[in-house]
DNA sequence: GTAAACAATGAACACGTTTTCATTTTCCGT
DNA sequence: ACGGAAAATGAAAACGTGTTCATTGTTTAC
């Protein structure tokens, strides 16, 4: 009781680990530090001590010296949509492994807030920023995180299957291809004599959407099959099931529908199913992006345009390591394919 | 081009920014911290400066002398089930605007991970840390992060509506009571005749799990009806889905299902409509957990037991603040009351 | 047996901030 | 105009670590 210094007790540091180890603060740092010299006995000797003082080196401290927070900033629109929590739970996972924290920030609906959210989140000096936020260009980021290089989620529309050069403030960049999910998809529809697909939206301006729908667009036009009707969503559950209803109250004869992504898809399957009456996929023909883990519930079972998460994880991880070993290198790129996953809405 | 000195441009500093300004390094502190006095004029010629230079302050400078990190721990076992992701939204969103960071960890299933996890997570020095996991206990939580106090979640068990004292070492408590929930609830199925009422379980250690099927069942011999039959799930879709089959295979003619989650709750649905040839809910009604965003979809229009969602996140900020006020206060505790959602699987 | 290479070691410095503390300036009431 | 209180100010100390550098102890090669 009496023994006790002050109330709040203090954390354990270097020093006192010292000390107690009767060696030098400097050995205590080596010891934690694995491309250090220091006699291995010595450095077990360390550890235990430390581990009896129940210490663990301060990275704030250790980020104020050697540059690096070991923090990597994820900025979302929506934690809690589907397929953005299960690559932000695959990546905090990868990240974990590598000695990273995942540093979490949500962009406002309210567009102005951004600039003072990459502020914000500057301050806590991430050694590397993955947006999956739409409206916020790399070039911004990369101005206003002057140390960390952020990385780019880059959809490719038509044609840029070769990635286009990075100009301006340095940024890295995922691209992922989508044409070859598409192509298949599309084909596998035309096998089935669907003639008028529609495609309901994402956001708008999001560049995933216009990176689909261009795409979309283009496998159509190549194999001579008319444009798709577009019914406007914005990737939610609520705005595809309205989107789908007002798609077949106009009633042009559609027998296909192409969703901007999986939830968007589930919302149309609901829309056709409770509230317009018709079967999927005997009546209509439905195919989602993404393939999150719902998409195998049965009440959707959804055949859909599949993204490799681990594979997409496994690439950013491998950005951030490569930017790190080299932080004045040019763009780095890394690069991810589609492909088509048969399940039970086409058929 | 020969002007910038070195390659990779250095952050702009408080010394920067007080030459720029022809003011001391000191007034640059005082600037950014709001209740310190300063020329208002002065002031803001520094916000001024600063913002030309794209400069704030260094949270790791300043977590080292503040002894605050601004940053909140987080400890999921899974970012993507959807009722954590939903809570991680809604608390990074108020974290964000109180000033702090989100920091996410993951926990592994394998259990020995745990207390290394927990040094790891020590080393960022987060303010405060909350446990959405259940393997680990709150004490050794408290023990490892000598500098943080870890808030828990506690599920009450019947009796326990006055929440029991807490010892040993210091820890924060969110206290979720659930009996008006499951009370409500039950009163619904026995207005519509039911007799026998199973239970789709959660992970069978995990306390939220233990708490819900021991409050079902004191309820229920309140009542005077059977205990529940439980199927084993772990709060899964699937487990659910394969422990609703079992359950209707040995056939003990179950007429209801409370599933200890909404997902649990969707994958009973499934089953009884996709497999056994039910009707939800006219041969067999079912009640969830949680009342997430999916839970009014029209596949499965969910009667549930709902937390509110933005008062269970208010409740927990206010807990930090309240912490960070006073770091020597003695545990501090909210409580938080459940009531049931009434959609379309009870009927 | 010697020189040279190498591993191990600790003192001092650097990182960018906030926080005392003592000093100077400004403000207010009379 | 004056005294005192309050606000404003800057120098110096602290926070806990990694890194550089010069020094000492130890092995290797001929």
């Known amino acids: 009781m009496s023994e006790s210094g002050s109330l709040a007790p203090r954390r354990a540091?270097?020093?006192?680990?010292?000390?107690?180890?009767?060696?030098?603060?400097?050995?205590?740092?080596?010891?934690?530090?694995?491309?250090?010299?220091?006699?291995?006995?010595?450095?077990?000797?360390?550890l235990k001590v430390a581990q009896e003082l129940n210490y663990t080196p301060d990275r704030a401290a250790r980020a104020l010296v050697s540059g690096r927070s070991h923090l990597v900033g994820v900025i979302v629109p929506d934690v809690c949509s589907h397929w953005e929590s299960q690559e932000i739970d695959a990546l905090t996972t990868a990240l974990q492994d590598e000695g990273f924290a995942t540093l979490l920030f949500?962009?406002?609906?309210?567009?102005?807030?951004?600039?003072?959210?990459?502020?914000?989140?500057?301050?806590?000096?991430?050694?590397?920023?993955?947006?999956?936020?739409?409206?916020?260009?790399?070039?911004?980021?990369?101005?206003?995180?002057?140390?960390?290089?952020?990385?780019?989620?880059?959809?490719?529309?038509p044609g840029e299957e070769a990635p286009p050069p990075v100009d301006g403030p340095l940024f890295d960049r995922l691209n992922v291809l989508q044409r070859?999910?598409?192509?298949?998809?599309?084909?596998?529809?035309?096998?089935?004599?669907?003639?008028?697909?529609?495609?309901?939206?994402?956001?708008?301006?999001?560049?995933?959407?216009?990176?689909?729908?261009?795409?979309?667009?283009?496998v159509l036009a190549d194999r001579g099959m008319a444009p798709p009707i577009v019914g406007p969503g914005d990737f939610s559950y609520d705005k595809a099931y309205a989107a789908t209803i007002d798609l077949f109250r106009i009633g042009k004869g559609v027998d296909a529908i192409f969703a901007a992504?999986?939830?968007?898809?589930?919302?149309?399957?609901?829309?056709?199913?409770h509230e317009l009456g018709l079967r999927v996929p005997e009546d209509v023909k439905v195919i989602g992006f993404d393939d999150i883990a719902?998409?195998?519930?049965?009440?959707?079972?959804?055949?859909?345009?599949?993204?490799?998460?681990?594979?997409?994880?496994?690439?950013?991880?491998?950005?951030?390591l490569r930017r790190l070993a080299d932080p004045t290198a040019p763009s780095l790129q890394e690069t991810l394919q589609t492909s088509l996953v048969v399940r039970g809405t086409v058929g």
């Open 294 to 320: 719902q998409s195998h519930w049965k009440s959707y079972n959804l055949t859909t345009v599949k993204f490799d998460l681990n594979e997409r994880v496994r690439a950013l991880v491998r950005l951030i």
């Open 106 to 157: 949500k962009t406002r609906t309210d567009y102005s807030m951004d600039e003072r959210l990459l502020a914000y989140m500057r301050g806590f000096n991430p050694d590397s920023v993955i947006a999956f936020v739409e409206n916020v260009k790399p070039t911004t980021l990369a101005r206003v995180l002057d140390r960390a290089v952020p990385i780019y989620i880059h959809y490719a529309r």
């Open 13 to 46: 540091t270097a020093e006192m680990v010292a000390r107690r180890a009767n060696v030098s603060r400097v050995a205590v740092s080596r010891a934690f530090n694995p491309h250090t010299s220091l006699k291995p006995e010595k450095r077990a000797l360390i």
């Open 180 to 218: 070859t999910g598409v192509e298949q998809a599309v084909a596998l529809l035309q096998g089935y004599g669907v003639e008028r697909i529609a495609y309901v939206s994402g956001v708008a301006k999001s560049r995933a959407n216009l990176a689909r729908e261009a795409m979309l667009r283009e």
């Open 261 to 273: 992504n999986d939830v968007g898809a589930f919302g149309a399957i609901d829309a056709l199913r």
